[in-house]
């Protein structure tokens, strides 16, 4: 976790902060960071491998941001 929040942090191209990983399988992760709201809010969508024990980013793309509230 500390290597790949390494990584995204050392990225002016990423949205910061980090906010969601999933584990696609032991050797692939997609975080999604970003924290800006409003109509223009964009996060970053980021792949990550771990390849030779060291976790590498294969991708990165910006997407719109889109907050859910959910009231009851």
């Known amino acids: 976790m500390d290597e790949i929040r390494a990584l995204l942090v050392s990225r002016p191209d990423i949205k910061k902060p980090l906010w ?3 584990c696609d399988d032991r050797d692939h ?6 924290g ?3 109509e223009d809010a964009m ?3 980021v792949t ?3 390849r030779n024990g060291k ?4 991708g990165v793309r910006q997407e ?3 907050a859910v509230t959910i009231t009851g």
């Open 64 to 66: 719109h941001f889109e």
């Open 20 to 22: 969601g990983l999933v």
């Open 55 to 58: 976790w590498q980013i294969i």
């Open 43 to 45: 996060s970053s969508v």
């Open 29 to 34: 992760v997609t975080a999604k960071t970003g």
């Open 48 to 50: 990550l491998v771990r």
């Open 36 to 38: 800006a709201r409003g």
